[in-house]
């Protein structure tokens, strides 16, 4: 049954606020994305060879290395690229599922609780690595696109759609009544990820380290399984919990 919540339960204001992206994949991978708006380019003089060979016609400025640290946090590896420009439009739910209708296999991942950018931005790397569908995460209780998430990203956030819903129950909700089979990540489920059936349609959940999935989220899962690690490690990173588990849907 398609229910798709046509109406959009993003903050599209959001949108429009200026964001800085730094480093070289991030920066050149947002250049190419047609749907970026830029304002203006940084770069140091020995990039400059660079963003002329891409033959994109956008205007920049060199600046020295040390001007870079005026406007970029301390820790920032830039490699003399910094790109102002407006965050990426949000998906919706409803754009998911319309990649999805036309598909008998696809997978996808949703993040309930997770808050740190860099963890983000990794996973999103690995969604394009794995050739997931897209990442869906709570509006609330997600960080919205940041300098430091694409840069964790390397440039893969320009092609991964991210959905922000409102509710995440609601949207679980959605995803298995238009197919899919929506597991919850769990270290003590009895059922490890490599046993399970991956034809079909999959939503993975996965909790932030510590508290995992809220109750009402595990609840509205059709099932749970856990990574197949050896039992004297508790629990992993969720970056790397996640690429695990986007590898083994993937196989």
Same mark, same amino acid.
């Given at each position: 049954?398609?229910?798709? &919540?046509?109406?959009? /339960?993003?903050?599209?204001?959001?949108?429009? /606020?200026?964001?800085?992206?730094?480093?070289? &994949?991030?920066?050149?991978?947002?250049?190419?994305?047609?749907?970026?708006?830029? =304002?203006?380019?940084?770069?140091?003089?020995? #990039?400059?060879?660079?963003?002329?060979?891409?033959?994109?016609?956008?205007?920049?400025?060199?600046?020295?290395?040390?001007?870079?640290?005026?406007?970029?946090?301390?820790?920032?590896? &830039? =490699?003399?690229?910094?790109?102002?420009?407006?965050?990426? /439009?949000?998906?919706?739910?409803?754009?998911?599922?319309?990649?999805? /209708? #036309?598909?008998?296999?696809?997978?996808?991942?949703?993040?309930?609780?997770?808050?740190?950018?860099?963890?983000?931005?990794?996973?999103?790397?690995?969604?394009?690595?794995?050739?997931?569908?897209?990442?869906?995460? =709570?509006?609330?209780?997600?960080?919205?696109?940041?300098?430091?998430?694409?840069?964790?990203?390397?440039?893969?956030?320009?092609?991964?759609?991210?959905?922000?819903v409102t509710n995440l129950s609601r949207a679980i909700e959605t995803l298995k009544?238009?197919?899919?089979?929506?597991?919850?990540?769990?270290?003590?489920?009895?059922?490890?990820?490599?046993?399970?059936?991956?034809?079909?349609?999959?939503?993975?959940?996965?909790?932030?380290?510590?508290?995992?999935?809220?109750?009402?989220?595990?609840?509205?899962?059709?099932?749970?399984?856990?990574?197949?690690?050896?039992?004297?490690v508790e629990s992993l990173n969720v970056s790397t919990a996640a690429a695990i588990?986007?590898?083994?849907?993937?196989?």
């Amino acid at each position: 049954m398609k229910n798709f &919540h046509k109406q959009r /339960e993003t903050n599209t204001p959001a949108a429009k /606020e200026q964001l800085i992206i730094y480093g070289r &994949h991030a920066v050149i991978s947002a250049l190419k994305n047609p749907k970026r708006k830029i =304002q203006k380019l940084l770069i140091t003089a020995e #990039n400059r060879a660079e963003i002329d060979k891409l033959g994109l016609k956008i205007p920049y400025t060199v600046a020295d290395k040390k001007d870079f640290a005026k406007f970029l946090p301390e820790d920032a590896v &830039h =490699q003399g690229f910094a790109l102002y420009c407006h965050r990426l /439009e949000s998906y919706d739910i409803a754009d998911l599922m319309a990649m999805a /209708e #036309n598909k008998t296999q696809c997978h996808l991942l949703i993040l309930d609780q997770v808050t740190d950018p860099q963890n983000i931005g990794a996973i999103i790397r690995s969604c394009a690595a794995f050739e997931t569908l897209g990442l869906v995460v =709570q509006d609330k209780n997600s960080p919205l696109e940041s300098g430091a998430m694409d840069k964790a990203a390397a440039g893969t956030i320009e092609f991964v759609p991210v959905a922000r819903v409102t509710n995440l129950s609601r949207a679980i909700e959605t995803l298995k009544d238009n197919g899919f089979w929506v597991m919850g990540m769990d270290g003590y489920a009895d059922t490890t990820i490599d046993k399970i059936n991956k034809s079909g349609k999959i939503a993975i959940v996965m909790g932030s380290e510590g508290k995992g999935m809220r109750r009402l989220v595990q609840e509205n899962c059709d099932s749970s399984v856990k990574l197949p690690i050896s039992s004297n490690v508790e629990s992993l990173n969720v970056s790397t919990a996640a690429a695990i588990a986007l590898y083994e849907l993937s196989k």
